[in-house]
């Protein structure tokens, strides 16, 4: 008897092989996350009032406006696997180029609404942050924290984009070799459920 | 030259020799054949246990006598630090899988290598920068952390020691084990040889299977703990510095949904190890294997459940409390099952008491002491008073030291002779084996009773009663630390200058890696082996291959 | 098997991904307007059980788990149990707490 999933002995390469060793990374990415909910829960849950009223001071237009970024950035990036696939290499590229180019106005966006709050004196150390109340402050701790990770992450994954389209470019991606080019689209959707989660978290519970 | 010629050049010889694209010293720290990886492992894991013992046997002379013996109690606070920080991050964590997983997982697969080769270098060399980044901390200014190696918040905020590179350190640790775990999972599921069906792999694959899930899924919670406490430090965000708002209790939580898999982490490969070693020198099958496979994955979920009995003196709630009590008892039955296999095996079976064997017997006994002494801790009322006494420090020594460790010194005489195809002295290990064993109960059961009677862990200074036990211990930790250095020497002499050994098969073995050369060749096999029986087979050392066609 | 082994359309097509994007940028419209009525204790649910039906659609169609054999199914099953339970067991202490 033969079994089924071992094809991957003898071959040189295996796809799903190396699809699977992302997927666990992104759990470990995943579960990164997960501790930080884990005292987001906690913390709203005992300071459940403060965290409304400290919500208000996020800007949900802005907040909108960037998960429509990301979700946009998240179907440029499939789609270029697909183009990659029928071997539109163009068309690929492009879209590829689009992706990173949402990320970055992500991150701008991102910048001049922590600048806004900083400007307002709210960052770890100010005055401001040591007096305030404590739920407030925890919130603002978890959003700093959080979206920080995050933008950490989209970062990562803009320059990890941008490697592989300089890999399409030369070719060390190709329409049947494209693996890479799969993964990073992974790391980058898993940063985009992240944010979904994150949105209405932070934004949305006023 | 280019790794294909490479191959074809002196692939057939062994991995020891083997040629390849670079030369001396480049030609190990570069390679990425999974056997070398593991010998550089081993190498840096002997090197981190040693400055472990050094502290663990500072520990034990300064509590010698009451009050000062040798050193202040700052420097203390830091030994035991330091002691813990290596022993559990460096040693009892990577050990078993780091080492002989990297060397034996994919032999025992029947696959080349593992299924990220590169990935596997980089992890060892997290392993060795986070290593060496707790020595720096040593010397650095401010002195290496003083916390203990849970890093309980609000201390580690406060003191001014070097807990952010200590923090950094086992950070990096972490990830080193993340890749190792996701390496195996994905070996496992692609790189089975044809035939071998998920019940054909031998337990000690499945016990890395199991682990692999927890070091996957529990190791990035301690991960971002340890950054946020470095975030605390830095920047004063306030998440768990209780003068902030923060709870520190939380912290508490978030450290152990870690590190309580984490102890299973450490102990369910050297199970893996034991279940391999028991039936080949007891001449038997092992005995429920389907159970023992199971057991891991059972504990592996379970032992992902009961973290907060380590908290039940901090003021969690009386519910809280009553589920982490009850899924800790729940946890030790998948542990008793394999217990209760290991015997079954044993019984009237002929039964030859090689080193291997000695230290496996051993693990059986220590660890169930250690884990009956968890089970009287798991019940609420008495771990109120046994919590923070050195009944624990007794506990989780015979659970990790007795358990893990003689699961590491039974794997390393079980396997170094195929590693390096050179035998030790039969007889100075067993020598060594019974000073351990002696010295081991001498220095650590006499924590249990002091325990009991009301010493605190981790104290600088005790009351005159506690002095007799104090000394029994300490003496006891000479007793040890003389049996361990016996058995190292005899270790590394056999590698350097053992009889040569060109058997395939020293003790009888059944496994895959027996029936390979010794040591194994490059890319262990000639040909990718066709598994058609149970994993036990291997003894007689005829290996089938695959029909040419169904490879191409 | 094979089909899986070589990379050979491992991608859906275009518009399955651009109605997906659409279904997703719908969803934030919903759980933007809902969270502007007042549900009580119903909003985080509400919020929650949108945003876990985005992740759906995301992990299924533009991470193809779809496409993936099913190992990979289980193995995000298993991640995300495993958070859930830590959670459940978090607030079996967080829930009770009298005077901490
Ligand atoms: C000769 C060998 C060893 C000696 C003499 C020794 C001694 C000690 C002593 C006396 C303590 C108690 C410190 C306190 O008062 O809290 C301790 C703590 C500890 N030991 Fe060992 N030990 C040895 C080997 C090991 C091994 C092999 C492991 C791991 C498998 C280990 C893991 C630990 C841990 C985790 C702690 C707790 C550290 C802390 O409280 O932060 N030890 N050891
Ligand atoms: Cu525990």
Redesign the pocket.
């Given at each position: 008897m033969i079994s089924q999933d071992n094809t991957a002995v003898h071959a040189h390469r295996d796809d799903i092989g190396s699809r699977m060793g992302m997927w666990l990374f992104l759990f470990t990415e995943l579960l990164l996350f997960g501790g930080l909910f884990f005292l987001y829960s906690v913390y709203r849950f005992l300071h459940q009032a403060d965290f409304h009223v400290a919500a208000k001071e996020l800007d949900i237009i802005i907040g909108t406006f960037n998960t429509a970024i990301l979700l946009t950035s998240s179907l440029t990036m499939a789609m270029s696997i697909t183009a990659m696939s029928r071997d539109n290499k163009k068309l690929s590229i492009s879209l590829q180029v689009v992706t990173i180019l949402l990320g970055i106005s992500f991150l701008i966006n991102k910048y001049f609404e922590w600048m806004t709050h900083i400007n307002h004196g709210i960052y770890p150390g100010s005055n401001d942050y040591l007096s305030m109340d404590s739920g407030r402050r925890l919130f603002f701790a978890l959003y700093y924290v959080m979206t920080g990770l995050h933008a950490l992450h989209v970062i990562v994954g803009t320059v990890l984009i941008g490697i592989m389209t300089r890999f399409t470019v030369k070719n060390v991606i190709t329409h049947d070799s494209y693996v890479k080019l799969e993964a990073a689209g992974l790391y980058w959707h898993l940063v985009d459920i992240i944010w979904i989660f994150l949105f209405p978290l932070f934004y949305l519970i006023t | 030259m280019n790794d294909d010629a490479a191959i074809a050049a002196n692939g057939h010889v062994s991995f020891l020799d083997y040629q390849g694209k670079y030369k001396g010293i480049r030609a190990w720290i570069l390679s990425t054949d999974h056997k070398r990886i593991g010998i550089m492992y081993l190498f840096a894991l002997i090197t981190f246990?040693a400055i472990?013992?050094t502290f663990?046997?500072l520990?034990?002379l300064e509590?010698l006598t009451p009050g000062k013996t040798i050193v202040e109690p700052q420097v203390y606070n830091e030994f035991?630090?330091l002691?813990?920080?290596i022993?559990?991050f460096l040693?009892?964590i990577p050990g078993i899988p780091a080492v002989f997983g990297n060397f034996f997982l994919p032999i025992m697969i029947g696959a080349k290598d593992v299924a990220f080769p590169r990935l596997n270098l980089l992890s060892w060399y997290l392993y060795v920068t986070g290593g060496i980044l707790i020595i720096v901390s040593i010397i650095m200014p401010g002195g290496p952390a003083d916390t203990?190696?849970?890093f309980y918040i609000p201390y580690s905020v406060r003191t001014t020691t070097n807990v952010i590179a200590t923090g950094t350190a086992a950070f990096l640790l972490g990830f080193s084990s993340i890749l190792t775990g996701l390496n195996f999972i994905t070996t496992i599921h692609r790189l089975r040889a044809p035939g071998m069906a998920w019940f054909k792999m031998p337990l000690f694959a499945w016990s890395l299977y199991a682990t692999a899930w927890i070091q996957v899924l529990a190791t990035p919670i301690i991960g971002i703990t340890l950054l946020l406490i470095i975030v605390e430090r830095v920047f004063g965000v306030g998440l768990f510095d209780p003068a902030l708002g923060g709870d520190p209790i939380l912290y508490q939580h978030l450290f152990w949904i870690y590190s309580h898999p984490a102890v299973y982490i450490?102990i369910v490969p050297a199970m893996g190890v034991i279940s391999e070693i028991i039936p080949v020198f007891a001449r038997r099958t092992i005995f429920g294997y389907k159970f023992i496979a199971f057991s891991s994955l059972g504990i592996a979920l379970f032992g992902s459940l009961v973290w907060g009995h380590h908290m039940f003196a901090v003021g969690m709630s009386d519910a809280g409390q009553f589920v982490f009590s009850f899924l800790t008892f729940m946890v030790a039955i998948p542990s008793a099952i394999k217990v209760f296999n290991w015997t079954a095996t044993l019984y009237k079976g002929s039964i030859s008491l090689d080193p291997p064997m000695l230290y496996a017997l051993a693990f059986i006994f220590l660890f169930s002491i250690g884990g009956f002494t968890g089970l009287i801790q798991g019940a609420l009322s008495v771990d109120i008073h046994l919590t923070d006494t050195?009944f624990i420090?007794g506990h989780?020594?015979y659970v990790?030291?007795g358990g893990?460790?003689m699961g590491v010194f039974a794997a390393l005489h079980y396997w170094l002779p195929k590693m390096f195809g050179r035998m030790y002295n039969m007889k100075r290990a067993k020598v060594a084996f019974w000073i351990i064993f002696v010295g081991f109960n001498t220095?650590y059961f006499p924590?249990f009773v002091m325990g009991w009677l009301g010493m605190p862990?981790?104290?600088y200074d005790y009351l005159p009663e506690y002095t007799v036990y104090h000394q029994i211990?300490t003496v006891g930790?000479w007793i040890?630390?003389i049996g361990?250095g016996i058995m190292f020497t005899n270790l590394i002499r056999g590698i350097l200058k053992g009889n040569v050994v060109t058997e395939k098969n020293i003790w009888g073995g059944e496994t895959l890696e027996w029936a390979t050369d010794t040591p194994p060749i490059h890319e262990n096999f000639e040909e990718i082996p066709l598994v058609t029986g149970t994993p036990y087979e291997y003894k007689q050392n005829d290996i089938e291959e695959l029909p040419e066609e169904v490879i191409h | 098997m094979d089909k899986h082994h070589s990379n050979i359309e491992h991608a859906h097509g275009y518009s399955i991904y651009v109605f997906v994007w659409m279904a997703l940028l719908i969803l934030t419209g919903v759980t933007v307007t809902v969270a502007g009525i007042n549900l009580g204790a119903l909003t985080i649910a509400a919020a929650l059980l949108i945003a876990s039906i985005k992740s759906y659609l995301v992990l299924t169609i533009f991470m193809h788990l779809r496409l993936e054999m099913k190992a990979f199914r289980v193995f995000v099953s298993v991640a995300i149990l495993f958070i859930i339970i830590s959670f459940f067991l978090l607030f079996s202490d967080y829930s009770f707490l009298g005077a901490r």
């Open positions: - | 246990f472990g013992v663990g046997f520990i034990r509590l035991f630090t002691h813990g920080v022993m559990i040693f009892v203990g190696w849970t450490m050195s420090v989780f020594h990790m030291f893990t460790g220095l924590m862990r981790r104290y211990a930790s040890l630390i361990m | -």
